[in-house]
């Protein structure tokens, strides 16, 4: 179980990265803006503070995700405190997902990345 959640676990990190690049760094160009049903340049400029903020969350989760995958493969409190740090962060990114599939069906493929990954690896980390 521990190496499925961990192989789950990367991929919720490396979406949840990507999500950072995208938000945070590579926001203005039309293409990015583009994927997030941003009509315009205008708009993308309006909303950017909001979507830089936003990318910094998802990069918060995948770093709180990613040092407790490291911790997994420890032993005593570290594992604890890596179990902790997986269940919360996937959890989160579980319940971003929700919340993004109750927004609209044109959603559905982005939410899919992000809700089935965290969500198999809390599952796995929970039973496991």
């Known amino acids: 179980m521990l190496i499925a959640a961990t192989v789950f676990g990367v991929l919720a990190v490396l979406f949840h990265v990507m999500a950072f ?11 990015v ?3 997030f049903n941003i009509a315009s340049s205008a708009d993308a400029e309006t909303i950017r503070p909001m979507a830089y903020n936003q990318g910094f969350y998802n990069l918060a989760l995948a770093i709180g995700v990613a040092v407790g995958l490291v911790l997994l493969q420890a032993e005593g409190d570290a594992l ?6 997986v269940v919360f962060g ?11 599939i ?3 069906r044109k959603y559905l493929k982005s939410a899919v990345g ?3 990954p965290a969500a198999l690896t809390l599952v796995l ?4």
């Open 21 to 31: 690049v995208l938000e945070s760094i590579l926001w203005t160009r039309p293409a």
């Open 33 to 35: 803006y583009g994927r």
């Open 80 to 85: 604890i405190v890596g179990k902790t740090l």
């Open 90 to 100: 996937a959890g989160c990114m579980t319940w971003a997902g929700l919340v993004l």
């Open 102 to 104: 109750s927004t609209g």
């Open 114 to 116: 992000q809700l089935v």
């Open 125 to 128: 980390v929970l039973i496991g």
